[in-house]
C-alpha cells in the first residue's frame, strides 16, 4: 500500500531536494524539461483517463460548464501543454543574473544577482494544466514546487504529477524536485500555507474564496493572484463593429478564466447600431445581461443589476452593465467595483485613452484590445503561475523573472570598516 506522505514531510522532501536543484546548470535544466515533454506525451492516455474520471464527477456533481472547461483536457490541450515546455526551454535561465555592480566609496564592488526560491508552493483548483505549467516554470527558475490542486481535478493533477516526475527522474534527476499533496482536505491546504521553514513562496489559484483564505491564513510569503472582475468601457467615439467582437471575444472564447470581462461600463451616448450588435451576440450565447436603469430597456435579455453584480467574477455567460456620462465616470465606476485584473477601453479617442491608461490602477490596462490577452503567453513569457494583482514583487502574468530572488554579491580587497 503507498504511504502518502503528510503536507510536512512533502515540505522536508522538496527542501532537501531543492539544494541539488539549484547546483543544475541551464542546459542540464533543459534537459530534464524535454525529458518532462516526451514523459507527457507518452503518458498523455493515463492522463486523459484520468481526467475523464474528473470530468464525469465533475457533471454529477453539476459543476458549471465554464469550470468543466477549465477542468478538461484533450489530445489537443495536452499538444498544447508540450508545446509550452518547449518555451520554456527556449527561454532565458532566470538564475545567476548579475543585475547591476557598482563601487561603494569604501571600494567594495556591491552586486545584485539573480538566484532560485527555493521551495515554491502553489494551491489552484480545477485547472489541472497549472500542475505542469507551475513544474516547468519553477524548474527552470532552479526550485522544488509543491503542489496542491482542488478535489475537483485530483485524478488529472496526480496522473500528470506521475509524468513529470517520471521525466525528471528518466533525465537522471531527483524526481522529487517535484512534489503534489493528493490530500484534498482544507487542512492540508492551510497546512501548506503555513509550512513555513520549508516553502519560500506561495502561490494561490482559483475563486475569491481560495485568494482570501491563503492571504488571510498564510504564514508564508504570497503572491496574491486575483480575482478577475474584469471592465471593458466602450466610450461613444468608437468603432462600434470592432468593440462587439471585442466584447464577443473577451466574454465568450473562454468564460471561465480571469481574463474573460464580466462588466461592460458603456457611454450614454452609445449609438443603437452598438446595442443592435450587441444583442446579436447576447441572443447568440444567450448571455444574461444585469443591466442598470439606464440600459435595462436596451438589451433583449436583461435583468436589473444589484450593486452585488457590479462586483461579481460570473465565469459564465453572463455580464454586468454600468452606463456612464464620461470616461471620468466609466474611471470612478472602475476603481470602485475593479479586482486590479484587467480593464479596457475601446475608442478612438487618444486623449481619453491616454486618461485611462494614466487613471486606471490594475495590473494590466488596454486601449482597443479583449482584456483575454492578459496570459503569460501572450506576452511572451511562455507559461505562467497565474496574474498577480498586488503590487510587491509581482504584478500581471507570473512568468520566470517572477519566480526568482536576489542577493548582494560584494568583492572586497581587504576593506574593513573603521
Not at 510536512?8 to 525529458?35: D, P, R, W
Not at 527558475?141 to 516526475?165: P, V
Given at each position: 500500500m503507498e504511504h502518502i506522505l503528510s503536507v510536512k514531510e512533502l515540505g522536508q522532501v522538496a527542501k532537501g531536494s531543492s539544494h541539488k536543484l539549484k547546483k543544475l546548470n541551464t542546459s542540464e535544466k533543459n534537459k530534464m524539461l524535454a525529458s518532462i515533454k516526451n514523459s507527457l506525451l507518452n503518458?498523455?492516455?493515463?492522463?486523459?483517463?484520468?481526467?475523464?474520471?474528473?470530468?464525469k464527477k465533475g457533471r454529477e456533481n453539476n459543476m458549471p460548464e465554464g469550470l468543466i472547461d477549465r477542468l478538461l483536457l484533450n489530445d489537443k490541450r495536452i499538444e498544447s501543454m508540450a508545446k509550452s515546455i518547449d518555451e520554456v526551454i527556449d527561454f532565458k535561465d532566470p538564475v545567476g543574473k548579475v543585475l547591476s555592480m557598482e563601487e561603494n566609496s569604501a571600494g567594495l564592488l556591491i552586486g545584485k544577482k539573480t538566484v532560485p526560491m527555493g521551495v515554491i508552493a502553489i494551491i489552484y483548483e480545477a485547472r489541472p494544466n497549472v500542475t505542469l505549467d507551475a513544474s516547468i516554470l519553477a524548474l527552470k527558475a532552479s526550485s522544488a514546487i509543491i503542489l496542491r490542486g482542488g478535489k475537483e481535478s485530483i485524478n488529472s493533477n496526480i496522473a500528470i504529477a506521475d509524468a513529470i516526475r517520471l521525466?525528471?527522474?528518466?533525465?537522471?534527476?531527483?524526481?522529487?524536485?517535484?512534489?503534489?499533496?493528493?490530500?484534498?482536505?482544507?487542512?492540508?491546504?492551510?497546512?501548506?500555507?503555513?509550512l513555513k521553514g520549508y516553502v519560500d513562496l506561495l502561490l494561490p489559484r482559483g475563486?475569491?474564496?481560495?485568494?482570501?483564505?491563503?492571504?488571510?491564513?498564510?504564514?508564508?510569503?504570497?503572491?496574491?493572484?486575483?480575482?478577475?472582475?474584469?471592465?471593458?468601457?466602450?466610450?461613444?467615439?468608437?468603432?462600434?463593429?470592432?468593440?462587439?467582437?471585442?466584447?464577443?471575444?473577451?466574454?465568450?472564447?473562454?468564460?471561465?478564466?480571469?481574463?474573460?470581462?464580466?462588466?461592460?461600463v458603456l457611454n450614454e451616448n452609445l449609438s443603437d447600431e452598438f446595442f443592435d450588435l450587441l444583442n446579436e451576440v447576447v441572443e447568440k450565447y444567450d448571455i444574461k445581461v444585469h443591466a442598470d436603469d439606464a440600459s435595462i430597456s436596451k438589451f433583449k435579455n436583461s435583468v436589473s443589476a444589484t450593486e452585488d453584480d457590479f462586483s461579481r467574477e460570473y465565469l459564465d455567460y453572463e455580464f454586468s452593465v454600468k452606463t456612464v456620462k464620461d470616461v471620468d465616470e466609466a474611471i470612478e465606476h472602475i476603481t470602485k467595483y475593479s479586482t486590479g485584473h484587467s480593464e479596457s477601453i475601446l475608442t478612438n479617442s487618444y486623449e481619453?485613452?491616454?486618461?485611462?491608461?494614466?487613471?486606471?490602477?490594475?495590473?494590466?490596462?488596454?486601449?482597443?484590445?479583449?482584456?483575454?490577452?492578459?496570459?503569460?503567453?501572450?506576452?511572451?513569457?511562455?507559461?505562467?503561475?497565474?496574474?498577480?494583482?498586488?503590487?510587491?514583487?509581482?504584478?500581471?502574468?507570473?512568468?520566470?523573472?517572477?519566480?526568482?530572488?536576489?542577493?548582494?554579491?560584494?568583492?572586497?580587497?581587504?576593506e574593513f570598516r573603521s
Amino acid at each position: 500500500m503507498e504511504h502518502i506522505l503528510s503536507v510536512k514531510e512533502l515540505g522536508q522532501v522538496a527542501k532537501g531536494s531543492s539544494h541539488k536543484l539549484k547546483k543544475l546548470n541551464t542546459s542540464e535544466k533543459n534537459k530534464m524539461l524535454a525529458s518532462i515533454k516526451n514523459s507527457l506525451l507518452n503518458e498523455s492516455e493515463n492522463i486523459l483517463k484520468a481526467n475523464e474520471k474528473d470530468i464525469k464527477k465533475g457533471r454529477e456533481n453539476n459543476m458549471p460548464e465554464g469550470l468543466i472547461d477549465r477542468l478538461l483536457l484533450n489530445d489537443k490541450r495536452i499538444e498544447s501543454m508540450a508545446k509550452s515546455i518547449d518555451e520554456v526551454i527556449d527561454f532565458k535561465d532566470p538564475v545567476g543574473k548579475v543585475l547591476s555592480m557598482e563601487e561603494n566609496s569604501a571600494g567594495l564592488l556591491i552586486g545584485k544577482k539573480t538566484v532560485p526560491m527555493g521551495v515554491i508552493a502553489i494551491i489552484y483548483e480545477a485547472r489541472p494544466n497549472v500542475t505542469l505549467d507551475a513544474s516547468i516554470l519553477a524548474l527552470k527558475a532552479s526550485s522544488a514546487i509543491i503542489l496542491r490542486g482542488g478535489k475537483e481535478s485530483i485524478n488529472s493533477n496526480i496522473a500528470i504529477a506521475d509524468a513529470i516526475r517520471l521525466g525528471i527522474k528518466n533525465a537522471g534527476y531527483n524526481e522529487n524536485f517535484v512534489q503534489i499533496v493528493k490530500n484534498t482536505s482544507r487542512e492540508s491546504a492551510k497546512e501548506l500555507m503555513q509550512l513555513k521553514g520549508y516553502v519560500d513562496l506561495l502561490l494561490p489559484r482559483g475563486s475569491e474564496s481560495l485568494i482570501n483564505s491563503v492571504v488571510e491564513n498564510a504564514k508564508v510569503p504570497v503572491i496574491e493572484t486575483g480575482v478577475g472582475n474584469c471592465h471593458i468601457y466602450v466610450d461613444e467615439d468608437c468603432d462600434v463593429e470592432k468593440a462587439v467582437k471585442i466584447i464577443e471575444n473577451a466574454k465568450t472564447q473562454r468564460i471561465g478564466v480571469c481574463n474573460a470581462v464580466e462588466s461592460l461600463v458603456l457611454n450614454e451616448n452609445l449609438s443603437d447600431e452598438f446595442f443592435d450588435l450587441l444583442n446579436e451576440v447576447v441572443e447568440k450565447y444567450d448571455i444574461k445581461v444585469h443591466a442598470d436603469d439606464a440600459s435595462i430597456s436596451k438589451f433583449k435579455n436583461s435583468v436589473s443589476a444589484t450593486e452585488d453584480d457590479f462586483s461579481r467574477e460570473y465565469l459564465d455567460y453572463e455580464f454586468s452593465v454600468k452606463t456612464v456620462k464620461d470616461v471620468d465616470e466609466a474611471i470612478e465606476h472602475i476603481t470602485k467595483y475593479s479586482t486590479g485584473h484587467s480593464e479596457s477601453i475601446l475608442t478612438n479617442s487618444y486623449e481619453r485613452a491616454m486618461k485611462f491608461l494614466e487613471e486606471v490602477d490594475s495590473a494590466c490596462v488596454y486601449v482597443n484590445a479583449s482584456t483575454r490577452f492578459t496570459d503569460g503567453g501572450e506576452f511572451g513569457k511562455g507559461a505562467e503561475l497565474g496574474i498577480s494583482t498586488q503590487k510587491l514583487h509581482a504584478r500581471g502574468p507570473v512568468g520566470l523573472e517572477e519566480l526568482v530572488s536576489y542577493k548582494y554579491i560584494i568583492f572586497g580587497h581587504g576593506e574593513f570598516r573603521s
